[in-house]
Each structure stands twice: as structure tokens, then as C-alpha cells.
């Protein structure tokens, strides 16, 4: 059987920017995003959908301000949850989901009002255990989510992503991670080469998934971490990004298709780097 690495993992991508960027006690971290207009206070957002709610209703790190539900889907909520809902929800009507999620928002009769995570510094990021996926300016937040559910289902530490060209912390992004949000941290940071750097100080074994080198064997990683590096469609890794991989890999791909979106080439590294563990 021929192996053949992908040229490069692609993604579809939606053009999002930002200018802030947050750094506490020298540590790079995510920051909130910004809000105006509306009723909706600065620093939150309308997360929606049975699975990234009940996620949400059962992280401590959760500040939750609102609950707005059908009846259906308050019955839902308290069949699943655990533990009583910290506030009684309000009812809604299909308008008001539509006008706080989105026409074609799957909100299955549930959003919440809830103020973004607090940050987590990359340095306590580490402090976890599993791999880490950096991404190298993948930018749609439904990739990101996407990402974020595999990492919560292979045991990852964090996802980290770029200050800038990278999406806020926002419901479609929550929606797209199915809970993974409040589970997986998603980790800002300002500099990703730096970043790269620091985690090789920690004996991590840094891993760009491109063209250009062999074929990601999660078999001779030993006891070694990995992290593992993912571009956007385009141009995939940047060359600054690759210059501080300590290697590049594909993916082994006997079929016809020489490339993967972004989130299932996420899912297959994570996958090979820990099926033998």
C-alpha cells in the first residue's frame, strides 16, 4: 500500500481580523472580544444548541448572565443536566432565536447568555496532559470548533491559535465544538514562533502537518509530546511556522485525495499520534 502525505491540510475560510491583543504578567494569553451595539453587554455572547449548553451549565468557569428557552427544549435541559439550572430560564419565541443567533442557527430551543472563559496562559496550558494543536491562522470559527471536538475526544491539552486571524469565542464557534469549548482550553497567543520555541524548552516535539517530509508515524514519538502545527488553506504553514517545526509530516493517504479540510486532517494527526499511547 503507498503511503502519500497531503500537500497541505486545506480549510474553507471566512476573513475575520482583530486588532487587540492581551498579555498578563508576561504570559501570552486569549483575549475577550469585542462587542458593541445591541443589548448584548461587552465581553459575551449567545452560545446555543442542547450540547454546547449543557457544557456550558456545567463548567464552574462559566459565568452564565441568561437562559432562554422553548418549553421543549427547558425539558431537555434539566433531562440531561445533572444538577439544577443556576437560574430559571425565560421563554423565547422563533423570532427572538433568530434575531439572537441567527437565521439558520441550530439553537434547538436553547441560548444562553454567558461571558467569554477566562484566559489561559500557554505556560499553564502545558501543565496539562496530551498533545497540542497549534493553528497557523485557520480562521473559520467552524473549523476551529470542529478542531476542538477532536481534540476533547483524543485527550488534547489545548488548541492554540494566533491573536490575530483567528476567531473570537463566539456561539457558531461554540455550536461547531458540540461542548468541546468548555472542555479543551482554546489558547491565544500573540508570537506562534515563539510559542514553538517555548514548547520545545518543555520537550515537546513540534510537528508541522504539510508536504515536504515524511509521513506522521505516531510510533516512534516514544514518550515524547507531541504538538502539532496546522495551516489554512492557501498557503498553508507559513515559512517563519515551519523553520521552527523540529520536523514535517502528512498524513498517510493511500486513496485518491491529496488533501484533507483542516479539521479532519486534525482529527487523523491526533488520532496517529496517540493510538499507541
Not at 1 to 20: F, G, K, L
Not at 162 to 172: H, L, V
Not at 239 to 247: A, G, I, N, S, W
Request: aromatic share 4%; net charge positive.
Amino acid at each position: 500500500m503507498r503511503t502519500r502525505p497531503p500537500r497541505r491540510p486545506d480549510a474553507r475560510i471566512a476573513s475575520h481580523s482583530t486588532d487587540n491583543r492581551a498579555e498578563t504578567a508576561g504570559r501570552e494569553t486569549f483575549r475577550s472580544p469585542r462587542r458593541s451595539g445591541g443589548t448584548t453587554p461587552r465581553g459575551t455572547y449567545w452560545l446555543y444548541g442542547l450540547h454546547p449548553a449543557l457544557a456550558a451549565l456545567a463548567n464552574p468557569e462559566r459565568r452564565i448572565r441568561q437562559i432562554l428557552t422553548t418549553e421543549e427544549g427547558e425539558a431537555a435541559l434539566r433531562q440531561r443536566l445533572d444538577s439544577s439550572l443556576p437560574m430559571q430560564p425565560q421563554r423565547a419565541d422563533r423570532a427572538r432565536f433568530e434575531a439572537l443567533c441567527g437565521r439558520d442557527a441550530v439553537h434547538q430551543g436553547i441560548a444562553i447568555l454567558t461571558d467569554i472563559l477566562p484566559p489561559l496562559a500557554i505556560e499553564d496550558a502545558v501543565e496539562r496532559p496530551g498533545p497540542l494543536l497549534l493553528l497557523d491562522q485557520v480562521t473559520d470559527p467552524r473549523n476551529v470548533g470542529a478542531i476542538l471536538r477532536s481534540a476533547a475526544a483524543f485527550g488534547a491539552a489545548a488548541v492554540v491559535v494566533m491573536d490575530r486571524n483567528a476567531p473570537d469565542e463566539t456561539g457558531a464557534l461554540a455550536k461547531a465544538a458540540s461542548g468541546a469549548l468548555d472542555v479543551v482550553p482554546l489558547v491565544r497567543v500573540v508570537n506562534l514562533a515563539r510559542t514553538l520555541d517555548l514548547l520545545k524548552e518543555r520537550n515537546f516535539w513540534v510537528v508541522g502537518l504539510d508536504a515536504g517530509g515524511g509521513v506522521l508515524d505516531g510510533g516512534t514519538f516514544g514518550q515524547r509530546r507531541a504538538a502539532l502545527v496546522l495551516g489554512a488553506e492557501g498557503d498553508g504553514l507559513r515559512r517563519l511556522t515551519r523553520e521552527h517545526c523540529d520536523e514535517i509530516a502528512g498524513l498517510a493517504m493511500p486513496g485518491d485525495m491529496e488533501s484533507l479540510n483542516v479539521s479532519n486532517a486534525a482529527a487523523v494527526a491526533l488520532y496517529e499520534v496517540t493510538r499507541r499511547r
